[in-house]
């Protein structure tokens, strides 16, 4: 009932920087939470950065001041902002949502992931 479709992942130097977009879509829902987390080759996905309805953010340590999370709720749309990017970086980024849904006889949440884009930053 919601699609996540993210964009923006590329290949890039140490140093430089990338956006990457998250817009959902679909119809009967409201947006809570959203979030990025990634996942490098043998390690487990971990949160990267959210941010709630209201605007709130939360930032894993290792990204606190290079990256920066943000969301227009008119479009439904999450973005991460990264900047000073470092090998370490290189992960499958995705999105999540946390979704309020009216699909069935009483709302309900729902919980939904974006396909996955590829960041790698060479060193």
């Known amino acids: 009932q919601v699609q996540l479709v993210e964009s923006g992942g590329g290949l890039v130097q140490a140093g430089g920087s990338l956006r990457l977009s998250c817009a959902a879509s679909g119809s009967r829902f409201t947006i809570n939470a959203m979030g990025w987390y990634r996942q490098a080759p043998g390690k487990q996905r971990e949160l990267v950065a959210s941010i709630t309805s209201g605007g709130s953010t939360n930032y894993v340590d290792s990204v606190k001041g290079r990256f920066t999370i943000s969301r227009d709720n008119a479009k439904n749309t999450v973005y991460l902002q990264m900047n000073s990017l470092k090998p370490e970086d290189t992960a499958v980024y995705y999105c999540?949502?946390?979704?309020?849904?009216?699909?069935?006889?009483?709302?309900?949440?729902?919980?939904?992931w974006g396909q996955g884009t590829q960041v790698t930053v060479s060193s």
């Open positions: 999540h949502a946390g979704v309020t849904g009216t699909w069935g006889p009483r709302p309900a949440e729902y919980s939904y």
